[in-house]
């Protein structure tokens, strides 16, 4: 009786770790996949005209890291709580999609060099958040709470972007 109590909870922790290392191995997955479309210092991105309250470019770094690591936590928290397979692959579908936009993001507007792509993108990853968020909390609620900063940084974001896709229009840099 006693070896399978053991085996229980070596399993329990060996399942744990496996759900924060694949959180967190998607993740960064997602971070490096974005950034290599970005580039603050390109002269295209330098001749856009931006608002005053955007933040200085290295903000960018200094925010995402903490964001991506409550995405990592706040997935392999609510994966740990969910019994159910069904809801089980249900956010396990909506937070891939969820990053995929995120990475996304970057390629619409740095690669492609178009805000109002960008502007697009931003919206469904703000829709996304939402159902995130909204999974989550069905089996976790403080893994909801951790995902809340993100939500509102990708808000924010998506209110620079727009402020940006205004500035621009019709403008020669924009295609």
Known sequence: MRINREHGSRTRRSGAWLRYGAAAAAVT???????????PRSAWYASLRKPSWQPPPRAFGLVWTPLYASIAYAAGHALGATTDRRQRTALTTSLAANLALNAGWNYLFFARRSPAAGLAGTL???????????????????????????AAWCAFATALNASIALRNRGSASIR
């Open 29 to 39: 997955v997602t971070a490096v996949a974005g950034a290599k479309a970005v580039d």
């Open 124 to 150: 469904l990853l703000d829709v996304s958040n939402a159902d995130l968020i909204r999974r989550t909390a069905r089996t976790d609620r403080a893994a909801a709470r951790a995902l809340a900063p993100y």
